[in-house]
Nanobody, 120 residues
Framework: QVQLVESGGGLAQPGGSLRLSCAAS????????MGWFRQTPGKQRELVAA???????NYADSVKGRFTISRDNAKNTVYLQMNSLKPEDTAVYIC??????????????WGQGTQVTVSS
């Protein structure tokens, strides 16, 4: 299977920045789209940003102009640069990837999540 491990979460001040990373490992044949979701207690999980294997990106309206998603295909890693952070950005950020292994068809994989807290 594919494992996704996030890092880079933590505490930031309003207006500050954080950079999240998500590295995929395992018996990977290929990874197609990758992205970041976020989850807050009492709310549904929402897509924050996504990026295709070719570099096309998509962002939630609430983060456009503040967040940037990128990926390093050679490292099977996706990044989320978060600038101008707001308290409402506080959530568990969860990495997502669509890909396949040598043993199975295309599947969706999820990381364990990393906590981002924006507070003064």
């Amino acid at each position: 299977q594919v494992q996704l491990v996030e890092s880079g979460g933590g505490l930031a001040q309003p207006g500050g920045s954080l950079r999240l990373s998500c590295a995929a490992s395992g018996s990977i044949l290929s990874i197609d789209a990758m992205g970041w979701f976020r989850q807050t207690p009492g709310k549904q999980r929402e897509l924050v940003a996504a990026i295709s294997s070719g570099g096309a990106t998509n962002y939630a309206d609430s983060v456009k102009g503040r967040f940037t998603i990128s990926r390093d295909n050679a490292k099977n890693t996706v990044y989320l640069q978060m600038n101008s952070l707001k308290p409402e950005d506080t959530a568990v950020y969860i990495c997502n990837a669509q890909g396949r292994t040598y043993l199975g068809p295309t599947s969706t994989y999820w990381g364990q999540g990393t906590q981002v807290t924006v507070s003064s």
